[in-house]
């Protein structure tokens, strides 16, 4: 079982609309928790990185949540512009351990 | 510099061929990893040296062989590899085995097997 889920698996949104995507994590025990954007064919890029005691990041128009109790983060796109058509990936660390979760990442195609 | 830097971006190669991945970083980090990834598919882990010495195989073929010659650089030696080795390889590095979660990625090499 994947311990990192995300959703939507894909999305498709308005140019300057809002979007918001959702990571539920079962590791445990939680460490930290990175978002990072992916363009097609490119590496990973770090939006934001979290740690247990962080409710809310920033980074531009990305602001990343996180709920530990719940084990739940969301990232939210404001204004959407077409070059943020990539896949959003959520990774998580478990503490003490050198090991990283990936989810299967949100695809997000914005269009004109 | 948070750079991490691949090369080649691209490769073609044949079944019979070896050829080489390269990673490079100069931000002092004393981890770093190699990672392979299928279109729309999270990246695997492959392997991860930590100060020079391979600290991680997540069984991967023989025919992908790593090399850490120093600190700065990682290799991904490749031999006779087959079609469904086709993927986008990644290189990352972290402070150490610890900071993985803080791991930069360089651009990959988009990896074809003819």
């Known amino acids: 079982k994947n311990q990192v889920e995300q959703s939507p698996q894909s999305l498709i949104i308005l140019e300057g609309k809002n979007c918001t995507l959702q990571c539920n994590y079962t590791v445990s025990p939680f460490s930290n928790l990175r978002w990072y954007k992916q363009d097609t064919g490119r590496g990973p890029v770090s939006l934001t990185i979290?740690?247990?005691?962080?409710n809310t990041k920033s980074n531009g128009r990305y602001t990343a949540t996180l709920d530990a109790d719940t084990k739940q983060s969301s990232l939210h796109i404001t204004a959407s512009q077409l070059s943020d058509s990539a896949s959003y990936i959520c990774v998580v660390s478990a503490g003490g351990n050198n090991r990283l979760a990936f989810g299967k990442g949100n695809q997000v195609v914005v269009i004109p | 510099d948070t750079e991490v830097t691949q090369t080649p971006k691209h490769l073609v190669m044949g079944m019979t061929n070896k050829k080489s991945l390269k990673c490079e970083q100069h931000m002092g980090h004393r981890a770093m990893y190699w990672y392979k990834q299928k279109a729309k598919k999270p990246p695997e882990l492959m392997f991860v040296?930590?100060?020079?010495?391979?600290?991680i195989n997540e069984s991967v073929p023989s025919r992908f062989s790593p090399e850490c010659p120093n600190s700065s650089l990682l290799n991904l030696h490749l031999h006779a590899l087959q079609p469904e080795d086709s993927a986008l390889y990644l290189c990352?590095?972290?402070?150490?085995?610890?900071?993985?979660?803080?791991?930069?990625f360089g651009q990959g090499t988009r990896l074809t097997v003819v």
């Open positions: 990352a590095s972290s402070q150490g085995l610890d900071r993985g979660i803080e791991a930069f």
């Open positions: 040296y930590s100060y020079e010495k391979l600290s």
């Open positions: 979290m740690t247990f005691s962080e």
